[in-house]
């Protein structure tokens, strides 16, 4: 391994001296359009909205909105990802070869979404991008010689009655890998395959004194309590006493920075965090640049971004999506705005909204940071605390507190009296004496609109702590235990009266 990884890491810095100027990114932009439009413009998706006749307008952006509507996952699938189990070329050519089952955390039952060889080989693409980047963080030449962690879901795919094969992203992009792959990838693909969560970590715990894990790739809160697991099982004071080479955690799924300071805990020397994303819609954006977790969009790589204003100009009082919403390009975003993102991808998604609001931390070259879904808004009496607001008043409760709380949930809630309060629930330690009113001080102070309803319409808060053994029970009942999953923190109220309840048991 210390030959090939000296390969790796030079053959890394030469590609990033080779490496040709890139377009700008509305250049960027309208080609991957073009050339996603020319694919599918004999599908019948391309055929019902004149793809053939939109490569011949000037404008292929301005023409491509209006032509083509805005669709949410509902609307695309029932009108036609539905169909393309059943026939070819409906949205994309030919037939999907796998269906991402998605591990989002809104809506009443899992997305399907089509996943196309063309797809994989974006996601791919991305992925080398990525590790291209890696030059500029000068990593040691160790790195290159040790192996790889992903803590993904299970890669034992499930088999429909159509034929197709379905499971979380993750799970079909280990599914995927090559058999070369196995020279470095850990767990390896027979563990992969473990269905079963605890299983699978009792099983990666056995085996970890044998691997040299220089990276690993996962959502924090699994990964966290893999590495814990691993830490009793062996008797380790941390996880650098039988892996030292360990020096970068790819996180993704979820804001990291809550757990920040566990991470530090299980780790003797610090770690490089890098940030992704990666959905079940496409790898979007993952960071490049060393001492920030801002993400590079992938602006040319087999998707077209468009971004709606989160604000009066794309979104109602409701907090959903206007009739007539003001669209804009890459070329036409602003530093420090945050927009819904609106993907056209080679998977056969168009002008499809994920459900995620980002910002702009930098246009040159345009990097995102993820600050929440559009359904993790809490706004149902105007208070308009997102998912950012609330993670910051967590980590300072957290920090008054001296601990650490990784996850917690919310929701509005009414009362006897058909008045709202917050019904928040705390994943820590903590004592949960006065928390309620330091929470509420917090969030006053972070957001004017939030102080505004606490004097109106929305009446308290209340606070609930349970600990992490409750909250992985919670999730392995509810079938949502492991790998990929992500939990709402925001919850619909009927949601959080079944976790209320299920916490409430002897």
Request: hydrophobic share 40%; charged share 25%; aromatic share 10%.
């Amino acid at each position: 391994m210390a030959i090939l990884g000296k390969l790796i890491k030079a053959g890394i810095d030469i590609t990033s001296k080779l490496q040709f100027a890139e377009d700008s990114p509305g250049v960027s932009q309208e080609k991957q359009l073009r050339e996603l439009i020319n694919q599918a413009k004999n599908t019948a998706f391309g055929k019902y909205y004149g793809f053939e006749e939109l490569l011949q307008v000037e404008d292929l952006i301005s023409a491509f909105r209006t032509e083509v509507p805005i669709f949410n996952y509902e609307e695309m699938h029932a009108q036609w990802w539905s169909r393309q189990e059943r026939f070819a070329d409906i949205t994309w050519p030919g037939k999907p070869d796998f269906f991402a089952r998605s591990s989002g955390t809104t809506g009443k039952s899992s997305k399907r979404i089509p996943i196309t060889k063309e797809f994989m080989g974006s996601m791919r693409a991305v992925g080398t991008s990525m590790i291209n980047s890696l030059h500029d963080f000068d990593f040691p030449e160790t790195l290159f010689e040790s192996e790889v962690l992903m803590l993904s879901s299970s890669a034992n795919l499930d088999e429909n009655e159509q034929g197709f094969k379905e499971g979380e992203i993750s799970g079909i992009n280990v599914s995927n890998f090559p058999g070369w792959y196995d020279m470095f990838y850990r767990p390896g693909k027979e563990i992969a395959a473990i269905s079963d969560w605890d299983e699978r970590v009792n099983a990666i715990a056995d085996q970890a004194p044998e691997w040299n894990i220089g990276a690993i790739a996962g959502i924090p809160s699994w990964v966290l309590l893999m590495l814990q697991r691993i830490i009793e099982r062996h008797q380790l004071s941390n996880i650098h006493e039988i892996w030292p080479n360990f020096q970068v955690f790819a996180s993704g799924g979820v804001a990291f920075e809550t757990y920040r300071e566990d991470f530090e805990k299980v780790c003797k020397t610090p770690i490089t965090i890098l940030d992704t994303y990666l959905a079940s819609e496409g790898f979007i954006a993952y960071t490049c640049q060393p001492e920030t977790m801002n993400m590079k969009l992938a602006l040319s790589h087999g998707y077209f971004f468009e971004f709606i204003p989160f604000d009066e100009r794309g979104m109602n009082e409701s907090g959903n999506l206007k009739k007539d919403p003001v669209v804009l390009g890459i070329d036409e975003v602003e530093l420090g705005q945050e927009y819904v993102l609106i993907l056209s991808s080679c998977a056969g998604a168009w002008r499809y909204m994920i459900g995620d609001v980002i910002r702009f931390e930098s246009l040159s070259p345009p990097q995102i940071k993820i600050t929440g879904r559009t359904k993790f808004f809490l706004n149902v009496v105007g208070s308009q605390l997102s998912e950012e607001k609330m993670d910051k008043a967590i980590l300072e409760l957290a920090e008054e507190n001296n601990t650490s709380i990784n996850e917690y949930m919310v929701a509005a809630v009414k009362d006897e009296v058909g008045e709202y309060f917050h019904q928040w629930v705390l994943v820590s330690e903590v004592k949960p004496d006065g928390l309620a009113g330091k929470l509420d001080d917090l969030l006053k102070s972070a957001n004017k609109n939030y102080a505004v309803a606490r004097s109106k319409a929305l009446k308290g808060i209340d606070v609930k702590v349970i600990s992490k053994d409750q909250y992985t029970a919670f999730l392995a009942q509810t079938n949502k235990k492991g790998g990929q999953t992500k939990t709402p923190k925001v919850m619909k109220e009927e949601k959080m009266k079944l976790l209320l309840e299920f916490i409430s048991q002897p």
